[in-house]
């Protein structure tokens, strides 16, 4: 007999109530226990959502401050994302011999790490400086979503793990639109300063994150967790990655989440710049305010296709929502002014579905191998780094208004990982029927 994944503890009536509200909300399977450990968790998905925003912040402020050009400008995203690749594998390596828990604790002290060298990067006014400052801030947050994404999917019955990780990604946009928040009236303005002065704009709001982040160390690291988020895998993690190539599924997931952050970093990335460009009238912070709305669009996005995924196969809501992106970022390219500037807005509302779905399909029945897939998909957020750059050289060369055209191609892309994976999830609900009629005869 298999041996459930909870074990038995003392239930508590308060956490029996939040226990509660997060099984009927999410299908999150959990003791009462441990329902402050899933909160936690959870809420990291937040905390990566304020890093994340804050990059578009940093372009705009950066490009006052440094005298960049958008090429120059897209090597913040190239560097974060970049952060994000180098350290999947080795964080896929640490869960697997300390376990999930190990993990988040590493990338929250990673994390906290970056943002305190905003301050000699501020002093020394060095982009460069910056520059290895987010590339470590995204070290640590590759730790936590290699580790916080697949234990959300393994908290309950499989066939819930899409709808238990837009559930924990649902708090992800809130992050996205505090970020948005904290660098549109702390770290953004109109009026004219000092380069130095504009630099050193970005250190106060990120050494309190910083700090907030610390404090999330030790709550996490004094938190009982399940067995399961400190279980140690014995297996040879090189062979199991080199296993995960005889998986098409989960080869073609890894490129669909490749293309899907390389369409939100390029439209968030750019979303101020293009604003500007479209509607020449408008003020920087007034353009940061459309950025604020579209990814309040995302958020709602995010909670209401968790609740559409009850009524609607998730293949099939990400099917429609990238064909959605596809004509809405093709009008922000190909139309512009007003008519493109709402358009892409609403571009975010679509994208919201899109990482956890496609995650939790690329992953599904890896088994023994979550761990090390989870960290190919994490990779696969490299995208974010490649797009800014082919965004900023058609900029350059042509306009804003057309490099557009490229987050509309990684939709594309998207959409037909949507229908492959329907097709693939059918074929497994058929084999399984076959099984059991076979098994029971």
């Given at each position: 007999m298999l041996n459930h994944p909870w074990d038995n503890r003392a239930i508590?009536?308060?956490n029996a109530r939040v226990n509660n509200c997060i099984r009927k909300v999410s299908g999150i399977d959990t003791q009462p226990s441990y329902a402050l450990a899933i909160v936690l968790v959870v809420s990291l998905f937040f905390a990566w959502g304020v890093a994340n925003s804050l990059n578009d912040i940093?372009?705009?402020?950066f490009k006052k401050a440094f005298v960049l050009t958008d090429l120059q400008t897209s090597l913040v995203q190239s560097a974060f994302y970049g952060g994000y690749f180098l350290f999947a594998i080795p964080?896929?390596?640490?869960?697997?011999r300390a376990g999930y828990r190990a993990a988040l604790l590493t990338g929250l002290v990673l994390y906290a790490v970056g943002t305190f060298l905003f301050y000699p990067a501020a002093e020394a006014h060095s982009y460069a400086f910056f520059l290895g400052a987010l590339l470590v801030i995204a070290s640590g947050l590759s730790f936590l979503e290699t580790s916080a994404n697949p234990l959300m999917t393994v908290l309950g019955p499989p066939e819930g793990a899409q709808r238990r990780l837009n559930f924990a990604q649902a708090f992800n946009?809130?992050?996205?639109i505090s970020g948005v928040f904290i660098g549109r009236w702390f770290i953004l303005s109109d009026t004219q300063a000092p380069a130095e002065q504009l630099s050193k704009a970005v250190v106060g709001p990120y050494v309190v994150i910083g700090l907030c982040v610390l404090f999330w160390v030790v709550l996490l690291a004094k938190t009982s967790f399940p067995p399961i988020a400190t279980t140690r895998t014995q297996e040879d993690n090189i062979g199991g990655f080199l296993k995960l190539f005889g998986y098409p599924r989960f080869l073609f997931g890894v490129a669909a989440q490749f293309f899907y952050v390389a369409a939100q970093v390029g439209v968030w990335s750019f979303m101020i710049r293009y604003t500007q460009q479209a509607v020449p009238t408008i003020t920087l912070t007034h353009a940061a305010e459309v950025l604020f709305w579209s990814q309040a669009g995302f958020m709602i996005g995010r909670f209401a296709g968790t609740a559409l995924m009850g009524k609607i196969a998730p293949e099939a809501l990400l099917a429609i929502y990238?064909?959605?992106?596809?004509?809405?970022?093709?009008?922000?390219?190909?139309?512009?002014g007003w008519a493109g500037v709402l358009c892409l807005a609403a571009t975010s509302f679509f994208m919201s579905i899109m990482f956890p779905?496609?995650?939790?399909?690329?992953?599904?029945?890896?088994?023994?191998?979550?761990?090390?897939?989870s960290?190919?998909?994490?990779?696969?957020?490299?995208?974010?780094?490649?797009?800014?750059p082919l965004m900023g050289y058609i900029s350059g060369t042509s306009s804003m208004q057309h490099a557009m055209l490229v987050p509309s191609l990684c939709f594309a892309v998207i959409f037909v990982?949507?229908?492959?994976?329907?097709?693939?999830?059918?074929?497994?609900i058929d084999e399984g029927v076959a099984e059991a009629v076979a098994g029971g005869s």
């Open positions: 508590s009536e308060p940093l372009i705009p402020q964080a896929a390596m640490l869960m697997r946009p809130m992050g996205v990238a064909a959605a992106g596809i004509v809405l970022t093709a009008v922000a390219a190909l139309v512009g779905t496609i995650f939790a399909g690329a992953i599904r029945n890896l088994g023994p191998l979550t761990k090390q897939g960290s190919f998909v994490v990779m696969a957020i490299i995208g974010g780094a490649a797009a800014p990982f949507a229908l492959a994976n329907r097709e693939s999830k059918k074929e497994d």
